[in-house]
């Protein structure tokens, strides 16, 4: 669930528990874990509201002042119906980030990554690109996402979906600028480096 950046203190601190959204159909699920900005949370509730139901206690835990600053940032008309969204913060840890600190890889661990990056390689209508891009996240930590994808000639939008799926197999962390492999990463990297050097079992990766 998107938030802009002056929302992000907020959902943190937990002082914002209340999103108002424009859409033709809600894209969240109440019961389901979302990640922000401001930390994961957890949607409770999603229902469609009138504007002049918006109550005053509810945009200020929207992160507005009034009803009024609301609906003039939430876009609707005749195709999109105003929806009131409350959410908590969760205070466990993001599995991803759990994920991403497991480097000490067994034989089962190695494979199922490895499967992982073969299906994203073969869904790519323009070809396997998990090797590539890892590759490429080893080489220049910290580097901008525009700048990664010039380098590769891709455009910065689909380049950075593609690097956050290879965060949700734990290989790659988000910095302030950039990313970095994740200790799992390295991990994975080295024991197929291991294989193509003959020193560890024959387990082939396109890409």
């Known amino acids: 669930m998107r938030f802009t950046k002056p929302f992000w203190s907020g959902i943190a601190d937990g002082s914002i528990t209340v999103a108002f959204r424009g859409w033709k159909r809600p894209t969240v699920v109440a019961g389901r874990p979302y990640r922000t900005g401001g930390g994961r949370i957890e949607v409770v509730s999603v229902r469609p509201i009138e504007p002049e139901a918006?109550?005053?206690?509810d945009a200020r835990r929207a992160g507005y002042r009034d009803a009024e600053e609301v609906l003039a940032h939430v876009r609707t008309d005749e195709d999109?119906?105003?929806?009131?969204?409350?959410?908590?913060?969760?205070?466990?840890?993001d599995p991803r980030?759990?994920?991403?600190?497991?480097?000490?890889?067994?034989?089962?661990d190695i494979g199922e990554i490895s499967a992982g990056l073969?299906?994203?390689?073969?869904?790519a209508r323009s070809g396997p690109w998990t090797g590539q891009t890892?590759?490429?996240?080893?080489?220049?930590?910290?580097?901008?996402?525009?700048?990664?994808?010039?380098m590769v000639g891709r455009e910065t939008k689909p380049?950075?979906?593609?690097?956050?799926?290879?965060?949700?197999?734990?290989?790659?962390r988000s910095l302030r600028i950039?990313?970095?492999?994740?200790?799992?990463?390295?991990?994975y990297l080295d024991a197929m480096a291991s294989e193509r050097s003959g020193s560890g079992p024959d387990r082939g990766h396109s890409g």
């Open 178 to 187: 950039g990313y970095e492999l994740s200790a799992r990463g390295r991990a």
């Open 54 to 57: 918006i109550t005053g206690a």
């Open 118 to 123: 073969e299906r994203l390689d073969r869904a």
């Open 134 to 150: 890892l590759a490429l996240i080893e080489r220049h930590p910290a580097r901008r996402a525009p700048d990664l994808a010039e």
């Open 97 to 108: 980030e759990e994920l991403a600190e497991r480097a000490d890889l067994t034989d089962t």
């Open 80 to 93: 999109r119906a105003l929806y009131r969204v409350e959410f908590r913060l969760l205070d466990e840890p």
């Open 159 to 172: 380049f950075k979906l593609d690097v956050r799926k290879l965060k949700n197999l734990g290989l790659t």
